[in-house]
């Protein structure tokens, strides 16, 4: 095995020397080109990918991280300013736990955590200073959760529960928010922290928490409510109820009249408010009895002309209840009361916000556009929108020409640019096909390269290489016993033989061993008689 390696290592380097100096220097170079990209690939591949294992850290979190790190020996990479270690992927959650063992990260992040400290001697003014911290710190974690934030202090100010209180000491707050670069916060977000300051701390209303941010900016300041957020939000409401009607009138015309040859507008006017309304409705039916019901009928018959008293004495006659008399005397009483039942209807109703109080749309046609019946248009635009004249709204459509200036220089730009990377696109793919071919050249001139050297150095060593004569060498076989594989028992040494058919065959048995014992010899004997052919 050993004679094989370096009988191949001596090839390689008779091959090498037998290169021109160009062909030395470009296998010299090819041969140190795929060393260090083998090296630089294998450092690559071979290092480890990192993962966050903390991030937004406080420097002194930071510090004592990178301390425990150092002792065990584990790699980490800094990140964001030194806010955040990197770790190998496949530590992570391992590091963590490790990190959490040793109550790591505690600054910055202070909450609940510090009652757990509380002794039995701990005085009532420390008390409550630590469960305001504590508070103070759960809201500001809640509140870096918040996409955007990356950090928030909060300061609450809450009055002392004496028996003297008489309830106009109300607690206030105040959140300092430390945003990501770049990052602004809407007025719904600035709503929302707010809301969640007031909600998490008994008494505090909204009106009494102000934010500001890192440069100083109010974004919220004592007494002011949810106007700007509810007016954000009315005007996104707004704003795409307006393009749901543009899109749908757009694509009717744009099949009408062709794209590009009309313009829409749509300026809505919505309804927030919240409305209550209860009305109330009376009704009776004839067929359902009274509640209740009393009558009273009194009838009285008699005489009473042939008792009176005659002269200027005489008692005048009584008149009856319903005030008719006669001579003849006669009463009638007849009284009736009836309750009956009067049903009553309640009905209330809660308006939803985002009711329409006015539309108003406009229809701009390009003049130069196919002709259109416009009273076909208006009603097709009125019922698209839902438009009511009742309640105001009004539609507009006017026709003139459209100035395609600006399109057709986009147009042009547009096409220059298509053109433009087209081109691109055609240069790069040449260049990625001439690099490789470029380099099949190379590797072809290479491998031709290193044929036609070894086919010289091959004819060199055969010009160099003595003639070698048939007998001569059966001679030296015969001079040379240990040459040869020892022979069979049955074949007489050529020495003792006479015969000289004998003698051909033992130098024949000696040439078949000696080509397997030593191939190359027997190689070089055949190229030797070969090449004297030749000549």
Known sequence: MKNIVVDRAQRFWQGFLAFTPGQKVVSVAAVLALTLG????????????????????????????????????????????????????????ALRLTMSSAGLPTSGKSGYSLLDNEGITTSEFKQQVDYQRALEGEIGNTV????????????????????????????????????????????????????????????????QVSVSDSTGKVLSALGEDDTAAGSDTRSEATRQYESRLNTAVQQMLDQMVGAGHSVVTVNADLDFDKTNTVSQTYVYDAEVPPLAESSTTETYNGGAGDNGVLGAAATPPVAGADGATDGNGGYTKTTGTKNNAVGQVTDTRNSAPGQVR???????????????????????????????????????????????????????TAAAAAAATAASEKREQLMSMAKTLAVVV???????????????????????????DPDEFLSALNDSPDLLPPAPQDIVPPSTQASTQAAARAREQGVAALAGNEPHEVARLLRSWLNEKDK
């Open 144 to 207: 870096r959760s918040i996409d955007g934030v990356v950090d928030a202090t909060v300061h609450l100010a809450i009055p002392k529960d004496t028996v003297y209180d008489d309830g106009t000491k109300k607690p206030t707050g105040a959140v300092l928010l430390t945003t990501a670069p770049g990052t602004k916060l809407t007025s719904g977000q600035v709503q929302s922290v707010v809301n969640l300051v007031s909600s998490s701390v008994p008494g505090l209303t909204a009106d």
């Open 38 to 93: 083998g090296f630089f690939f294998t450092t690559w591949a071979s290092a480890p990918t990192y993962a966050p294992l903390f991030t937004n850290l406080a420097p002194t979190d930071a510090s004592a991280m990178i301390d425990k790190l150092n002792a065990t020996g584990t790699p980490y990479e800094l990140a964001a300013n030194g806010t955040s270690i990197m770790v190998p992927e496949k530590d992570v959650y």
């Open 442 to 468: 190379l590797v072809a001139v290479l491998v031709v390269a290193t044929l036609i050297a070894n086919r010289r150095r091959r004819k060199a060593a055969l010009r160099t290489e003595p003639a070698y």
């Open 358 to 412: 006015n539309l108003n749309v406009a229809v701009l046609l390009d003049r130069n556009a196919p002709a259109v019946d416009q009273a076909a248009l208006q009603q097709l635009v009125s019922s698209a929108v839902g438009l009511d004249t009742e309640r105001g709204d009004t539609l507009a459509v006017a026709s003139a020409p459209f100035d395609t200036t600006a399109a057709d220089a986009a147009a042009d």
